[in-house]
């Protein structure tokens, strides 16, 4: 993969008699040759039942580069707090496969910060890394455990804008969807304005964690005239 430069201009003063502007050229960039695996090989196209596949780099360590889009921690069963973040590749850098996700979990465990076997880096939104680990399946989900940072490339100012953001709108039947799910997994998602909120919030982890279920506003559901009836619940249990 090729070094890539960001370069903006800033326009600090005019002087109009001699009709020229004074221009600050900020750059930003990786100058150097990645030998990061795109994060969509290491996903993998699930050509099965997704909640039967797992990642082609189970159990292996890889050298992965992307953005941190998002930071989260919760507490486990054990009452322990731990944290995590979700990794993306640029376009650029990925494997330009739609039929595979360009995010990717890392879990840090106990610790907040990332750690470059020196000291410790925060995570910050929109910093762009390097990082060393294992990829694992947690729960049908794949991840990167025990990570180190391998270099710390730069902080991408623009970087909800270069990301890629899916528009989510899956499939009713579960088969269908769970492969759409695999194919966006960790990946910078948006929900649609309007969208309908379909029941009560679930709160997990101590009061940590909450969920909520949405449906998109073209939904057959989210378009019926009574708001007492856009509610969609699971299939029966066969027994």
Not at 74 to 82: L, T
Not at 89 to 117: C, E, I, Q
């Amino acid at each position: 993969m090729k070094p890539w430069l960001n370069i903006n201009f800033r326009c600090d003063k005019y002087y109009p008699h001699i009709g020229l502007w004074a221009v600050t050229v900020i750059v930003f960039g990786a100058i150097f040759e990645s030998k990061a695996t795109p994060i969509g090989l290491i996903q993998g196209e699930a050509k099965i039942n997704p909640s039967e596949f797992s990642s082609p780099f189970e159990n292996k360590k890889v050298t992965v580069e992307g953005i941190i889009h998002s930071t989260l921690s919760w507490k486990e069963s054990s009452g322990r707090k731990v944290y995590g973040l979700y990794l993306q590749n640029l376009p650029d850098r990925s494997d330009h496969n739609p039929a595979t996700s360009d995010g990717l979990f890392v879990f840090l465990g106990k610790y907040k910060n990332l750690y470059d076997g020196k000291s410790q880096i925060k995570c910050k939104l929109g910093l762009y890394v390097t990082l060393v680990g294992t990829i694992k399946e947690f729960y049908g989900n794949t991840q990167l455990v025990n990570p180190r940072v391998k270099r710390v490339n730069g902080e991408l100012p623009d970087w909800k804008t270069r990301l890629e953001t899916v528009d989510i709108n899956p499939p009713s039947d579960n088969e269908s969807a769970a492969f759409y799910w695999e194919k966006v997994e960790g990946m910078r998602c948006r929900i649609a304005k309007g969208a309908v909120v379909t029941g009560p919030s679930k709160t997990v982890g101590g009061g940590a964690e909450n969920y909520v279920w949405v449906i998109h506003p073209n939904h057959k559901v989210a378009l019926r005239d009574n708001y007492l009836t856009q509610r969609a619940f699971r299939d029966a249990h066969p027994l």
